[in-house]
């Protein structure tokens, strides 16, 4: 089914609403899942009452489950200011409806120890930064249209990040520069295939989510936030036969209270009218 979408500030694209390109890592409760800071892996069982199993395969009329998550640490997630706030502020009300003009780039994230950009607290040795500089590098010109979505594929790109644990692990993360570089470029919503744009353990610092939120630092109040309206999906996956360049991203979440929620990014292509 094809559309055609006119974007802000006039360009046109046609797109086949009937194709999407899902970027979402699935949940499956019955294999190893990704997960990040030692939490508990995902969790389905049956609401079990007496003279209700909950469970056809127990012998009750129908399947009825109780489903047990952490949002931030169990498969693809959008988070969004709230997480840093002590005001309550729900993900899936900041998630915008339709389309967004997006950019896809592949990023080999750099040893920090030999670029000049920067981190807080200070990069340890052998972490590796996803810098203003390879951003900027895969950034085309011109674009078709000035992208609100960024989309951030790592190398190498391997399919265990659909399953991998990430709590014994250090992954790539932005550099503050790479996220003042962002929201200089008017990105609004990042996609990224990590568990986190900062560094896992950070000191509670949060810098680059603090960049790209526009909250000052130390801050927790979601009134000084610049930019509440953003979002940050994180633990996306994004497959090698989808190509880098211009895209429509769809956000889907569920309407479910909370700073995070799982989420299914979808792209579409587009071809000019």
């Known amino acids: 089914m094809k559309a055609r979408i006119q974007l802000a500030g006039g360009a046109e694209v046609v797109t086949d609403l009937s194709k999407p390109l899902d970027i979402a890592i699935p949940l499956d409760f019955a294999a190893q899942q990704p997960g990040h800071f030692g939490a508990p892996s995902a969790s389905t069982q049956p609401f079990s009452v007496p003279g209700f199993s909950g469970s056809v395969a127990q012998g009750a009329s129908c399947n009825c489950n109780v489903i047990t998550l952490i949002p931030h640490c169990n498969g693809t997630h959008t988070e969004c ?21 997006a950019l896809l780039t592949t990023i080999e994230p750099v040893d920090a120890h030999r670029c000049l950009e920067t981190t807080e607290p200070a990069a340890q040795a052998g972490d590796k930064l996803i810098t203003r500089r390879e951003i900027e590098r895969g950034w085309p010109d011109p674009l078709p249209f000035q992208p609100r979505a960024m989309i951030i594929r790592t190398l190498p790109n391997e399919a265990a990040k659909m399953r991998r644990d990430y709590t014994d692990r250090t992954p790539p993360y932005l550099s503050r520069e790479a996220a003042e570089f962002l929201v200089a470029r008017g990105i609004e919503h990042l996609v990224v295939d990590l568990p986190s744009i900062d560094r896992a353990h950070d000191e509670g610092r949060l810098t680059s989510h603090r960049v790209f939120f526009g909250l000052p630092r130390g801050s927790h109040s979601l009134q000084q936030a610049a930019r509440p309206e953003s979002t940050i999906t994180e633990l996306a996956f994004i497959p ?19 700073d995070a929620v799982p989420s299914r990014p979808l792209l579409y292509m587009f071809e000019s009218p």
């Open 81 to 101: 200011a709230g997480h840093l706030t002590t005001e309550r502020l729900d993900a899936h009300r900041q998630v915008p409806r339709g389309l967004l003009p």
């Open 240 to 258: 090698d036969e989808i190509a880098d360049g211009p895209y429509l991203l769809e956000i889907q979440v569920p309407a479910i209270g909370g």
